[in-house]
C-alpha cells in the first residue's frame, strides 16, 4: 500500500488452526463418529454417510452450527456438539496433533515483521485450549478465537475476523487483514470481512478449486508459505 512499510501492510493476520497450522489427522471425522454414535447414528449405515458427507463439506464451520443442521432438535444438537468436544478433545491429550510443518516458524516470522497474528477456529473453546496447550502455543499469539467469542457466529461468518480486527486494534482498516485457512468457508469468511488477502491452504480440507471457488487470492501448498507471500504482494 501506500509507502511500503509494514504499518501500511497488512498488520492483521488471521489463521485458521486444524488444517492449516495445525495437523490433526482426521480427527474431525473421528469424533464425529464418536458423537453421532452417542446419539444412535452407527458407523456404516446410510445415515452415518450422509451426515458425514455434511461434515466434510462444511468443514470450517462452528461445530454447534453443523450438528444443528445434522439434528435440527436444539436439545440433540447440544447433546452431540458436546460429545464431539469430548471426543476430539480426549484424542487432543492423546498426542494425535502436531502443527503443520512450518507452522510455529511462520507465526513468529510474521510477528518478527510487527504483525499481529490471530488463531480462529469453529471448535468450543474448551477444544482451543486444549489445542493451544498441547502445542505448547498459548503464548505463541497476541489472541485466539473461537465462535463463542465472536457472538456465537463461526465461519462462514465474518465475525471472527472482525472481532480480532476490533480486539486487537493492529489495523485501522479491514483492507488491511490478511487470512489464511484450509476451507471454502475460511475464505468466504475473509472476504466478507473485506481482507485484501485471503490464503487458501492445501494442507487441509479443501482442494485448490474449492479455495478458489469460495475466493482465495492467493492458494499456497502451506501456512509456511504465507510470510513471503505477503512481503511479495507488498501485504
Not at 507465526?107 to 499481529?116: D, S
Not at 482451543?128 to 499469539?141: N, Y
Request: overall charge negative; proline content about 3%; glycine content about 14%.
Amino acid at each position: 500500500m501506500r509507502d511500503g512499510t509494514v504499518n501500511e501492510r497488512c498488520g492483521l493476520v488471521v489463521l485458521d488452526m486444524a488444517g492449516t497450522t495445525v495437523a490433526d489427522g482426521g480427527l474431525v471425522e473421528e469424533a464425529f463418529s464418536a458423537a453421532a454414535r452417542e446419539l444412535g447414528v452407527e458407523p456404516g449405515s446410510a445415515d452415518h454417510a450422509e451426515k458425514l458427507d455434511y461434515v466434510r463439506a462444511t468443514m470450517g464451520e462452528s461445530k454447534i452450527s453443523v450438528f444443528r443442521h445434522l439434528f435440527g432438535d436444539e436439545a440433540l444438537a447440544q447433546r452431540a456438539n458436546g460429545a464431539f468436544e469430548k471426543a476430539y478433545g480426549k484424542l487432543v491429550e492423546e498426542g494425535r496433533i502436531a502443527p503443520i510443518a512450518g507452522a510455529g516458524e511462520a507465526i513468529e516470522e510474521l510477528r518478527g515483521e510487527g504483525r499481529t497474528v490471530v488463531l480462529s477456529t469453529g471448535f468450543a473453546r474448551v477444544t482451543q485450549d486444549a489445542i493451544l496447550d498441547v502445542l505448547g502455543w498459548r503464548d505463541l499469539v497476541e489472541l485466539t478465537l473461537c465462535p463463542a467469542d465472536a457472538g456465537g457466529r463461526g465461519r462462514p461468518y465474518p465475525d471472527m475476523v472482525l472481532s480480532a480486527f476490533l480486539r486487537t486494534g493492529a489495523v485501522d482498516d479491514v483492507r488491511r487483514i490478511a487470512v489464511a485457512g484450509d476451507t471454502a468457508y475460511d475464505m468466504l469468511s475473509g472476504v466478507r470481512a473485506g481482507a485484501s488477502v485471503v490464503a487458501g491452504v492445501l494442507t487441509g480440507a479443501h482442494d485448490d478449486a474449492a479455495l478458489r471457488g469460495a475466493g482465495a487470492t492467493h492458494v499456497l501448498g502451506s501456512v509456511a508459505e504465507l510470510p513471503a507471500v505477503l512481503r511479495g504482494v507488498g501485504a
